[in-house]
Each structure stands twice: as structure tokens, then as C-alpha cells.
């Protein structure tokens, strides 16, 4: 460090004791420290995210089309974060969170079709970079209120300045009719307080199954095409 840096984080340090209590400080180096693992979570997205659109790219050269149509991502909120640590009977501490959460950072793929998820979840597991942690495949076997989507959760090194690191990611990977049914699932379950709830939970259900062979039909319109163009 230079001298004139050195200077400016002496004062800078000087400054902070001299304005704030033990307590205040305290406090302070905990939410520094929170942001610093927020900030290395951004970037293991980034790094996954890259992976992703490389990959699109790759395919829609070889195949002449792209099996991704969007990517998005999120980071957990902080009360989130927190009420999943309690739930876990874990201090909610900035220590707790990369021993015991897989999901702080998390990116959502959608695909064309159910067969895209596959390809896209084996060219992205076997990168020599890239282990696979967890595995949930809800569109072998929908969860019981219909909810259809690959699940993963990756552990991907992220390099820094001084070190690297392993980070963890969770990847959601589904078709756009499953993400279609699972957002708008979201919005009426969370708004449903009626006394019809067993009745409302079939009819999404029935909603779901209907999606996902929709899916299945699309998806062999396609092949269909296809092999009339070969
Ligand atoms: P948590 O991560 O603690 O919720 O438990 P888990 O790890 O067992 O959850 P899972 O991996 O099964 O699902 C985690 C995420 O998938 C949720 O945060 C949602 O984004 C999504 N998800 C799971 N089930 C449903 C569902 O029934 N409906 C919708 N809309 N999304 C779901
Ligand atoms: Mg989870």
C-alpha cells in the first residue's frame, strides 16, 4: 500500500473511533462484513451467468437456435437470509450464512423446451470448474401441488485478488410454461385466504398438468420440424 493509501486509512480508522461508541463499531464491521460476502455472491452469479450465455451461444451456432430464452437472477434479502437461519436454529451471523445457506444467490434459466433443461444442466455440471452440490429434479417428479422445475445447486470457484473461492449458487432451471405456472402459482397462493383453498390447490394442480403436457406436445412439433427439414 502507499503511503498517501496508508494515510487515508489511518484517518479514515481515526475518524471512526473517534465518532463512534465499541457498539457502533462493532456493528459497522459486521455490516462491512456482510457486504463483502454480498459482493463475492455477485460475482459467483456473474461467473455462472457468463457460463450460461456462452453456452446459449455455442448451441444456437451448432443447433441454429438458443435453448436459453432468458436468464435472471437474484440475491437473498437480508431478512430473508435471516428468517431462513432462525428457521435453520443457526445464529444469524454473517458467519452462519456461506456454512449453512446454498441459496443466497440465485439464477433462474429458462428454456424452449423440457429437453433444452437437460442439455443445458449436463454442459453446465460437466465444466472441470463446476461441481455439482444437489440435484432436485421436480419435472421427474412434480412436487405435490404440480411445481415443475430443475433444481441445482453448484459450487463454482470465484478468483480474488489474493485467493480463490469456492462459491455456492442455485441454479433453477425450467421451461417458459413451467415459470409461467410457478409465478403466477406464487401470486394466487399468496393472496388466497378463502375457505376454498383444498378446491383452488386442485385446480393449479390441473393447471400444472395441462402445462407440462403442452410442454410435451411443443416439444414434438418440434422434432417434427425438424425432421421434415433434414
Ligand atoms: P427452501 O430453499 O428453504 O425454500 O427449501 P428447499 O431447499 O427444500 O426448497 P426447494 O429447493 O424445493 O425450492 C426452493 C425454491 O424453489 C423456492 O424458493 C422457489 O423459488 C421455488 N419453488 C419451490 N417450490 C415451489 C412452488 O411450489 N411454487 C413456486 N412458485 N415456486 C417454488
Ligand atoms: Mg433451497
Redesign the pocket.
Known amino acids: 500500500m502507499d503511503v498517501e493509501k496508508s494515510f487515508r486509512v489511518e484517518k479514515t480508522e481515526l475518524m471512526r473511533s473517534f465518532l463512534l461508541t465499541d457498539q457502533d463499531q462493532d456493528a459497522l464491521q459486521r455490516l462491512e462484513e456482510f457486504n463483502h460476502l454480498m459482493m463475492k455472491y455477485h460475482a459467483v452469479i456473474r461467473e455462472v451467468t457468463t457460463k450460461l450465455e456462452i453456452l446459449n451461444d455455442e448451441f444456437s451456432h451448432s443447433k441454429r437456435r438458443n435453448p436459453i430464452e432468458t436468464i435472471s437472477f437474484r440475491i437473498k434479502k437480508p431478512i430473508s437470509i435471516a428468517q431462513?437461519l432462525r428457521?435453520?436454529g443457526v445464529p444469524v451471523a454473517v458467519d452462519s450464512i456461506m456454512s449453512t445457506?446454498?441459496?443466497v444467490a440465485?439464477i433462474?434459466v429458462i428454456c424452449s423446451f423440457v429437453d433444452d433443461i437437460y442439455a443445458v444442466a449436463e454442459m453446465l455440471i460437466q465444466q472441470d470448474d463446476v461441481r455439482l452440490i444437489?440435484k432436485?429434479d421436480?419435472i421427474q417428479n412434480p412436487?405435490s401441488?404440480?411445481?415443475r422445475?430443475l433444481?441445482l445447486?453448484l459450487e463454482v470457484p470465484v478468483f480474488f485478488s489474493t485467493h480463490k473461492e469456492p462459491m455456492r449458487v442455485?441454479v433453477?432451471i425450467r421451461t417458459v410454461a413451467m415459470d409461467f405456472?410457478?409465478?403466477?402459482?406464487?401470486q394466487i397462493?399468496y393472496k388466497n385466504h378463502t375457505a376454498e383453498t383444498r378446491r383452488i390447490a386442485g385446480e393449479l394442480k390441473e393447471c400444472a398438468d395441462v402445462i407440462a403436457q403442452t410442454d410435451l406436445r411443443m416439444q414434438a412439433l418440434r422434432d417434427e420440424v425438424i425432421k421434415q427439414q433434414e
Do not use: M, P
Open positions: 431462513k428457521r435453520k445457506l446454498n441459496d440465485g433462474r444437489e432436485k421436480y412436487k401441488n404440480g411445481y422445475s433444481h445447486v442455485e433453477q405456472w410457478a409465478s403466477l402459482e406464487h397462493r
